[in-house]
T-cell receptor, first 111, second 113 residues
Framework: GENVEQHPSTLSVQEGDSAVIKCTYSDSASNYFPWYKQELGKRPQLIID?????GEKKDQRIAVTLNKTAKHFSLHITETQPEDSAVYFC??????????FGAGTTVTVRA | NAGVTQTPKFQVLKTGQSMTLQCAQDMNHNSMYWYRQDPGMGLRLIYYSASEGTTDKGEVPNGYNVSRLNKREFSLRLESAAPSQTSVYFC????????????FGQGTRLTVV
């Protein structure tokens, strides 16, 4: 099955700095790569996604890049703010149905 | 429009007991999922149902069974609970297609003693 690896497991950044989270996937049949944010005690929610035919996508302070050849994708958060503190999960979808997640990155933004 | 609803929110079981976690969605989604979330291990896929009438194993199916009762409902059953199944369980659903968002329920915190 699909194996999604995510690094780092924890990330502490100064407010205003950038944060980068990296993921790799194993199955070249994966064709969609969403990112979810989970605040403490809440359910995961989609923040950005990218399809396999796109190399980069931006939405205000967050961006995602995809390298299909290397089978890795990354989340970039610029100008971090305290409300960016959360657990972030990368994911990959295989064959339109099987949605597998990485182990998560706990991001802490220091004031 | 409630989205994805899970019941119960909290449950304590004794080792060997059985129980069923319920999940229902009102978004007319085809695909539904069950995950467990443990510290440091992310969201691990237990079972999924691509559409009504089909179910498939995920990464950690042992000790669990599922039923896709109809398009709305997807239940997860623990036949003989073990302490290793102590976890937070999330149900999710998605519209059919590759690039569609998954919506999660609020989670069920299960403790097996």
């Amino acid at each position: 099955g699909e194996n999604v690896e995510q690094h780092p497991s924890t990330l502490s950044v100064q407010e205003g700095d950038s944060a980068v989270i990296k993921c790799t996937y194993s199955d070249s049949a994966s064709n969609y790569f969403p990112w979810y944010k989970q605040e403490l005690g809440k359910r995961p929610q989609l923040i950005i996604d990218i399809r396999s035919n796109v190399g980069e996508k931006k939405d205000q302070r967050i961006a995602v890049t995809l390298n299909k050849t290397a089978k890795h994708f990354s989340l970039h958060i610029t100008e971090t703010q305290p409300e960016d503190s959360a657990v972030y999960f990368c994911a990959a979808i295989k064959n339109d149905y099987k949605l597998s997640f990485g182990a998560g990155t706990t991001v802490t933004v220091r004031a | 429009n409630a989205g994805v609803t899970q019941t119960p929110k909290f449950q304590v079981l004794k080792t060997g007991q059985s129980m069923t976690l319920q999940c229902a969605q009102d978004m007319n989604h085809n695909s539904m999922y069950w995950y467990r979330q443990d510290p440091g291990m992310g969201l691990r896929l237990i079972y999924y149902s691509a559409s009504e009438g089909t179910t498939d194993k995920g990464e950690v199916p042992n000790g669990y069974n599922v039923s896709r009762l109809n398009k709305r409902e997807f239940s997860l059953r623990l036949e003989s609970a073990a302490p290793s199944q102590t976890s937070v369980y999330f149900c999710a659903s998605r519209r059919q297609g590759a690039a569609t968002e998954a919506f999660f329920g609020q989670g069920t915190r299960l403790t097996v003693v």
